[in-house]
């Protein structure tokens, strides 16, 4: 009988660093807002749920949206 190795396979997915800057550098280019404007927290839930880059870019502009005042109301005061 072959032995087997018990080391775990290697991972594909990208490092949480790794992932955040390309989904950053997604959120600048398709909508304009800084990764900053987002909460860390925002991040991490779209990393643990596995959103490529892309898609994570378009979630975190919708919590962007939703937590900010719109344009219309500002002009208001």
């Keep these: 009988m072959p032995r087997t190795s018990s080391a775990a396979p290697p991972s594909v997915a990208p490092s949480y660093r790794d992932w955040k800057a390309a989904a950053s ?3 600048q280019y398709r909508h304009g807002i800084p ?4 909460p860390e927290r925002e991040w991490t839930r779209l990393f643990i749920r596995r959103f490529s880059p892309i898609e994570a870019a378009d979630r975190a502009e ?3 949206g939703s937590t900010k005042r719109p344009e219309w109301l500002k002009e208001k005061r």
Aim: charge should be neutral.
């Design 25 to 27: 550098k997604q959120l």
């Design 35 to 38: 990764a900053a404007a987002v």
């Design 62 to 64: 919708q919590e962007y």
